[in-house]
């Protein structure tokens, strides 16, 4: 089965230690201005998602959610969610441990859109 989202094993080991701290959290890729784009860790339910928003799948047990319109940009990719030393976004989860989650891609095979598009 393809992913839409997955996580590398570092991104994982900093999932379990953020929701050991706050419980459930999840996902959501910004779009840019305050936090640029970047993926934002919240607290389940901390961020109101929308009809416009899209549901990717789940990395570590946390759903990752994309609006829409930016969705349509990057559909055609698989998206790699890895951690770098660094501060994220201000308003996710992972800063207080000096990390940040950072959005990496790569474009689908021909035969992973088949799959995708069914």
Same mark, same amino acid.
């Given at each position: 089965m393809v992913?839409?989202?997955t996580a590398t094993?570092?991104?994982?080991?900093?999932?379990?230690?953020?929701?050991?701290e706050?419980?459930?959290i999840m996902f959501h890729?910004?779009?840019?201005?305050? %936090? =640029?784009?970047s993926p @934002?860790?919240y607290p +389940? $339910?901390?961020?109101?998602?929308g009809?416009q928003?899209?549901?990717l799948?789940d990395i570590?047990?946390a759903p990752?959610y994309m609006?829409?319109?930016q969705f349509?940009?990057?559909k055609?990719?698989?998206?790699?969610?890895?951690?770098? %030393? =660094?501060r994220?976004? @201000?308003?996710?989860l +992972? $800063?207080?441990?000096?990390k940040?989650?950072l959005?990496?891609?790569?474009?689908f095979?021909?035969?992973e859109n088949?799959?995708?598009?069914?």
């Open positions: 992913e839409r989202v094993d570092a991104t994982l080991e900093l999932i379990d230690k953020i929701k050991a706050h419980g459930n890729q910004s779009g840019g201005c305050c %936090d =640029g784009s @934002m860790c +389940e $339910g901390d961020l109101m998602i009809d928003d899209v549901y799948g570590g047990g990752f609006h829409k319109s349509d940009y990057w055609h990719t698989q998206l790699i969610i890895d951690v770098v %030393d =660094g994220g976004g @201000m308003f996710s +992972e $800063g207080r441990h000096g940040r989650f959005t990496r891609s790569r474009a095979t021909d035969e088949k799959q995708l598009n069914r």
